[in-house]
C-alpha cells in the first residue's frame, strides 16, 4: 500500500506544535494512548530496483522478480517495482560500465563483472558475499543435437567433421560463448578429447579452429543462437544445458549430448555500489542478493533448468541432471584471469584458432 501524498508535512507540523508545547508553554508532551502505540507503521514510499542480467535466465527472473517483490513489500508495507534488461552478458557489462544505472548486475562469469569494477562501479569485494563467492546459478555447456541425434554427435570431436553447420555465439559479446570456447579448450587440454593431447595447448587450438571452421554465424547472445537452432539452422549448437532443458519444457524436439568433458557454469550477481548509492537502494539490493540462494529462488531456477548451488536441493534433483564423466571448473584452467589471457586476449588461443578456422596456419 503506498504511503499517503500528505503524510510528510502532516509529520512535519505536527513536530513543530510539539515543540512549541514543550518549550514555548513549559507543558509536558502527553503520552501516546494505547491504540496509538499498537497502530500499524505506515507504507514507506514505493522504490523501484533496476536489474542488468544475461539473457539465459530470463524466464526464470520472471517468476523470481515477483515472488521478491512479496517477500519485501508484505513485511514493509512497501511497493517495489523492477526495471529489467536483458543482453548478452559481455554488452551488459559494457552497459553498465558506460551509463546503463542498474543496482544489480546478474551476469554470465566473474570477467563480465569485472568489467563493472575496474569501471570504478562495484568498490566491494563482490566474491565474498554469501557462502557461494557470490555464485547464484550453475549449469554446464553441452552439445545441442536434432531430435533423434541423425548427425550421432557424441563428442567435441564430432563437431569438427567437415559438412557440419556449427552454432555458438560471438565471444565478445556473449558470456556464454566465452563458457563454451573454455568447455572446449579445457577438455582437450586435460586429454579428454580424442584429437588432442594432454597439457598441449597446440592440439587444443588446433581441435577449436577445426570446430570453428564450421560455425558460420555468431549471434550476440547464447539465447540468440539458441533461437536461431530452433528455427532450423544448425546441425548441432554448444550452449548451456539449460537453454535446452527450457526449450524442451516448451515442447521443442531437440535433444542435448553431455561430452565425456565439459566445465561447469557458474554465473555471479552483485550490486553496483555506485549506483545502489546514487538511488538509494542498497538496503533492497542487498535483499535481493540474499534472496536469490533460498530454497524459494534456488527452486524457481531449477525450474528454468539451472542448477542449484545449495547443496541439499542440488542432492533432492540428482536425478534431473545427467552428470558428465570429467566435470571441471575454470579454477582447474587457472581461474579466468589466466584463461583470459590463454585463451581469449587479442592474440591468444581463440584468435589463433580463427586464424585456423579461416584456412591459416
Known amino acids: 500500500m503506498n504511503a499517503h501524498p500528505t503524510l510528510g508535512r502532516v509529520a512535519t507540523a505536527n513536530g513543530l506544535l510539539l515543540c512549541l508545547a514543550l518549550l514555548g508553554c513549559g507543558g509536558k508532551a502527553s503520552s501516546p494512548s494505547s491504540q496509538e502505540q499498537s497502530a500499524s507503521p505506515q507504507a514507506a514510499g514505493p522504490i523501484s530496483l533496476t536489474l542488468g542480467g544475461y539473457t539465459t535466465p530470463r524466464e526464470a527472473y520472471g517468476a523470481i522478480l515477483p515472488a521478491f517483490q512479496e517477500h519485501w513489500a508484505k513485511p514493509r508495507k512497501q511497493e517495489l517495482s523492477f526495471k529489467e534488461s536483458y543482453l548478452g ?9 558506460g551509463g546503463f544505472e542498474a543496482d544489480v548486475a546478474a551476469l ?21 558475499v554469501g557462502s557461494h563467492a557470490g555464485v547464484v546459478t550453475r549449469s554446464i555447456v553441452v552439445i545441442g543435437v536434432r531430435e533423434g541425434n541423425p548427425k550421432n554427435i557424441k563428442d567435441w570431436d564430432d563437431l569438427a567433421r567437415p559438412g557440419l553447420n ?73 550452449t548451456y544445458e539449460n ?28 550490486l553496483v555500489d555506485r549506483y545502489v548509492d546514487k538511488h538509494g537502494t542498497r538496503e533492497v539490493a542487498t535483499a535481493f542478493l540474499e534472496f536469490l540462494t533460498t530454497p524459494a529462488a534456488q527452486r524457481i531456477y531449477a525450474q528454468h533448468g539451472l542448477r542449484p548451488v545449495l547443496g541439499e536441493l542440488e542432492r533432492e534433483l540428482a536425478d534431473k541432471y545427467k552428470q558428465p564423466e570429467d ?19 587479442t592474440g591468444s588461443a581463440y584468435d589463433r584458432a580463427l586464424g585456423l578456422a579461416s584456412g591459416g596456419t
Open 243 to 270: 537453454e535446452i532443458l527450457v526449450g524442451q519444457q516448451k515442447g521443442q524436439k531437440y535433444e542435448y549430448v553431455i561430452p565425456r568433458s565439459t566445465i561447469l557454469i557458474e554465473n555471479p550477481v552483485a
Open 327 to 345: 566435470l571441471f571448473t575454470i579454477r582447474d584452467l587457472g581461474d579466468w584471469a589466466g584463461t583470459q589471457s590463454k585463451v581469449f586476449d
Open 108 to 128: 554470465s562469469l566473474e570477467p563480465d563483472l569485472e568489467v563493472i569494477r575496474k569501471a570504478g562501479l562495484i568498490s566491494h569485494d563482490w566474491k565474498k
Open 89 to 97: 552478458s559481455g554488452a551488459q557489462a559494457r552497459a553498465i560500465a
Open 166 to 238: 556449427v552454432l555458438t555465439p560471438n565471444v565478445r559479446t556473449s558470456g556464454g560463448a566465452r563458457w563454451n570456447i573454455a568447455a572446449v579448450w579445457g577438455a582437450a587440454l586435460r586429454g579428454k578429447t580424442a584429437s588432442a593431447k594432454a597439457n598441449d595447448p597446440e592440439s587444443a587450438t588446433k581441435l577449436l579452429g577445426a570446430i570453428l571452421r564450421n560455425v558460420k554465424n555468431m549471434d550476440a547472445g547464447a539465447r540468440e543462437s539458441l533461437l536461431q537452432f530452433e528455427r532450423g539452422v544448425g546441425d548441432a549448437i554448444i
